[in-house]
C-alpha cells in the first residue's frame, strides 16, 4: 500500500542487517541502496539491463538492482559489494582480481564481484566457459576480459576444498615434503 504521495513503506535485509525505507514505488532497488542506504558500492550504469555493473545477489542469484523494485524483494536476503569482505578480510575473489589486475578503472568491478560470487555458489568449480557464459551479462571496457576470467579461477582454485590426501591438507598439516 503506498500513501498519498505514493510512497511505500519497505524492510530490506542488506548484508546482514534490517533497513526500514520510506521510498516512492517505483524507486528502484539501484536507488534505494545508494541513495537512502548509503550503499554506493554498487554503481549506476546504463539502467537499462544492459552494463552489469548494478548487479547485487538476492538470495544468492545475480539481479540486476536497476531493474528490481524494492517492495519485491522484501524479506529476502540482499548482498551487495560491501558485504563481501568478512572479519576485515578481502573475499577471495577481490583478492584476486586485485592480484591479477582484473580491475583497472574499477567501474565495473563490483557487478564482475557479485556476479563471480554467484557462480561459484552454485558452482564451486566453473570451466572456463562456464564462467565466460556467467559473466557475459557484465560489460568492462578496460581490461579485455582475460584477467576476469583467471581471477574468477584463481579464486576457485582458492575456496577448494581440501581433499583428505592432497597436497593442500599436508600443507595445512605441515606434512608437506619438500
Ligand atoms: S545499470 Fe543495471 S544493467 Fe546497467
Ligand atoms: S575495469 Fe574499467 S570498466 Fe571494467
Excluded at 521510498?23 to 558500492?41: H, N, S, Y
Aim: hydrophobic share 35%; glycine share 10%.
Amino acid at each position: 500500500m503506498s500513501d498519498d504521495d505514493g510512497n511505500v513503506w519497505v524492510r530490506l535485509s542488506v548484508n546482514g542487517d534490517t533497513y526500514d525505507v520510506v521510498v516512492p514505488l517505483q524507486k528502484t532497488l539501484l536507488e534505494v541502496l545508494r541513495e537512502d542506504l548509503g550503499l554506493t558500492g554498487t554503481k549506476h550504469g546504463c539502467e537499462l539491463g544492459e552494463c552489469g555493473t548494478c548487479g547485487v545477489l538476492v538470495d544468492d542469484t545475480f539481479v540486476l538492482s536497476c531493474l528490481t523494485l524494492p517492495i519485491d524483494i522484501q524479506g529476502r536476503e540482499i548482498t551487495t559489494v560491501e558485504g563481501l569482505a568478512q572479519r576485515g578480510r578481502m573475499h577471495p575473489l577481490q583478492e584476486a582480481f586485485a592480484e591479477l589486475g582484473a580491475a583497472q578503472c574499477g567501474y565495473c568491478t563490483p557487478g564482475f564481484l557479485m556476479a563471480s560470487k554467484g557462480l561459484l555458489d552454485e558452482n564451486p568449480t566453473p570451466t572456463r566457459s562456464e564462467i565466460v557464459d556467467a559473466l557475459s551479462g557484465n560489460l568492462c571496457r578496460c581490461t579485455g576480459y582475460l584477467k576476469i576470467f583467471e581471477a574468477v579461477e584463481l579464486a576457485a582454485q582458492r575456496m577448494a576444498p581440501v581433499s583428505e590426501g592432497s597436497v593442500q591438507e599436508e600443507v595445512a598439516r605441515g606434512e608437506a615434503r619438500v
